[in-house]
């Protein structure tokens, strides 16, 4: 997860500030990006285990696949009831204590799905690691927004989902190691295993983001007093263009539902791969729960290598929504190539490639919109609000999905109606916002 800030000459030069606002952007990336990135590897990783868990978890408490796709939907219904609540203090007690506390808090309650034997503990215990975790995601990004220009943030929120994408790349293969040779350690399961191996590190995270973050650019030690004016001073001209916006303002901004809408598709296909991924492995016919897992880390690296170039790009253009509704539109493509090779191993694998290149990649070009129409405390709840708004498509695509395969003994058909919900993901996008959105960023 190497730190990649580019050199000023590679960014549009603005005025003779600009040599040194790259310099201070790549010093303060060096300081706060690789905490943050660990940090979010493991929230990803955390979310994405039960994907992993779900074969011996299905067999030990006796689950269809509607009620592992109703528990796995449980997580999102606990994150959308608490988001904008905890979004709202974070912005009110600052981001690095509030963060601390809530990878301590889903830390703990994701190792407790260690005591799970019933189907009710399974989702209760998965609403409240959906509750815990609750504004993580929006509070960092909207934390990034406090230390960083504009035209760096596809950049850096790129940098930032590149850690999701590890966290596929590297805890595939990890879940299927610790399934497969740690099963009946210390009279454990695998899956117990999984999730204690998940949790337990988030405690110790939670304790260096609040010794080791800072608040304000102001707080900076490390930043000299003219950093600290260049680069306070270059976010808040940027600010002054948006406006400040309370969260019930931001409702008001042309475009905002319409992008929470946007992220709910998004979501649905996210989804779709993140939970869904090793069965489609599986039924196509691995069994080997190692090599599930190494195959599995497939459609990460391919959307982590997208999303890095993608980041660059669209910075360099500006045209962020037609960047994402490009990438959703590729998805949906590798939905419905899911769906019509489902007997291949290696055409499957090669499906979940494009869905991966796709929908992983799209997630933060898409980040970089919301800041476009909100700053302050409508940028702080607002972030919230969207992406509650997409975790509602984190409840309605494992539910939906494992509901048709229950009906019809294959997820094929649930593949192809989240391929068409892509599709319209991807004209919203290039037809759907209004001007200012879908206009070219200057430099």
């Known amino acids: ?56 978890l299905q067999s030990d408490l006796h689950l269809s696949d509607t009620a592992y796709g109703l528990g796995a939907g449980l997580f999102s219904l606990g994150y959308v009831l608490l988001e904008v609540p905890s979004n709202l203090m974070l912005y009110k007690v600052g981001a690095r204590r509030w963060i601390a506390r809530i990878m301590v808090s889903w830390g703990i309650a994701t190792a407790l799905m260690m ?14 690691i959906g509750a815990m975790e609750a504004g993580f995601a929006p509070g960092v990004l909207y934390y990034l927004t406090l230390w960083f220009p504009t035209a760096y943030r596809g950049r850096i929120t790129s940098m930032l989902f590149v850690a999701s ?66 680069l306070s001073s270059r976010i808040a001209e ?15 901004v042309p475009g905002f539902l319409t992008l929470g809408l946007v992220y709910f598709l998004i979501q649905v296909a996210s989804y779709g791969l993140n939970f869904w991924a090793p069965h489609l492995i599986r039924a196509s016919g691995a069994t080997d729960p190692t090599t599930i897992g190494l195959l599995t880390a497939v459609p990460y ?55 991966g290149t796709g929908v992983v990649a799209s997630i933060p070009a898409f980040w970089a919109l919301p800041p476009k129409l909100v ?14 708004l997409g975790q509602l498509g984190g409840i309605v695509s494992p539910v939906m ?38 206009q070219r960023e200057q430099a």
């Not at 805890?171 to 040779?181: F, I, N, R, Y």
């Not at 490009?326 to 419905?336: K, N, R, S, T």
């Not at 940028?379 to 969207?386: K, Q």
């Open 115 to 128: 005591f799970v034997n019933s189907e009710w503990q399974f989702y209760a215990l998965r609403f409240l």
């Open 238 to 252: 940027q600010n002054r263009h948006i406006g400040n916006h309370s969260l019930l303002g931001a409702l008001k």
């Open 165 to 230: 994408a590890f966290a596929g790349l590297f805890g595939a293969p990890t879940a299927g190691l610790v399934l497969k040779h740690m099963d009946g350690l210390m009279g454990m399961a695998g899956w117990h295993w999984l999730f204690l191996v998940g949790g337990l590190p988030c405690i110790g995270l939670g304790a260096l983001v609040y010794g080791v973050l800072k608040d304000r650019i102001q707080d900076a030690h490390w930043l000299s007093a003219p950093e600290q004016q260049l």
């Open 301 to 355: 690296l391919c959307g982590a290598i997208t999303m890095v170039v993608i980041g660059r790009i669209s910075d360099a253009s500006g045209r962020r929504n037609t960047f994402v509704a490009a990438l959703i539109a590729l998805a949906a493509f590798g939905f419905v190539a899911a769906g019509l090779f489902d007997k291949s191993t290696v055409m499957v694998v090669i499906a979940l490639g494009v869905m």
């Open 401 to 438: 999905v494992g509901r048709i395969k229950d009906l019809s003994g294959s997820t094929t058909p649930a593949l192809y109606v989240i391929a068409a919900l892509a599709l319209l993901c991807a004209a919203i996008l290039l037809w759907g916002l209004p001007e200012r959105l879908r």
């Open 1 to 56: 997860m190497a730190l990649s800030i580019p050199s000023a000459g590679a960014l549009p030069a603005t005025d003779a500030s600009q040599p040194d606002e790259a310099r201070i952007v790549r010093k303060v990336a060096w300081h706060i990006m690789p905490l943050i990135m660990v940090c979010y590897l493991f929230a990803f990783f955390d979310r994405i285990n039960i994907s992993f868990a779900k074969f011996a």
């Open 375 to 388: 700053t302050g405390a409508g940028a702080a709840g607002g972030i919230a609000l969207i992406n509650t």
